[in-house]
């Protein structure tokens, strides 16, 4: 099992969404950085544990946790001139990007502020706190994962 970061706009896509999606399942799409892309393709698994992270918002932090339900597979959002996800260099034959769909597991009682994530020795390592990684999808250590469950 791995353990993921994945970035959400509460305002745009919320823990409490996803909470209320049919079967609490939702695919998520609209990710267009490549690395970010390449984790979901190539690494993410059905099991793999989410924190749910709210991002650019009064207080960004860690909202939740969610399931990896369903492995990447094209992005759709992505060939459809409509969308504000449109890359007219993907299609259905040539998929540029990709998804995977996540299942809600559990809402924390509070959000866990970035300023507090940023206060402990033991993430000093984290992805998220490092100087200009701006990447809405990273991977997590088991050890990282467990404490941040740790101080909800």
Known sequence: ??????????????????????????????????????????????????LFYHSSCKVPGVAGIATVCKEAYPDHTSWDPKSSYYDPKSTPDNPRWFMVDIKFSKKFKRVIPLKELKEHDELSELKLLQKGCRLSIMPVSKEEYDFINSLV
């Open 1 to 50: 099992m791995q353990y993921w970061l994945m970035k959400s706009e509460p305002d745009t896509f919320s823990i409490d969404d996803l909470f209320n999606r049919k079967g609490k399942k939702e695919h998520w799409d609209g990710v267009r950085n490549y690395q970010a892309r390449n984790f979901m393709r190539d690494e993410m698994k059905k099991g793999d544990q989410v």
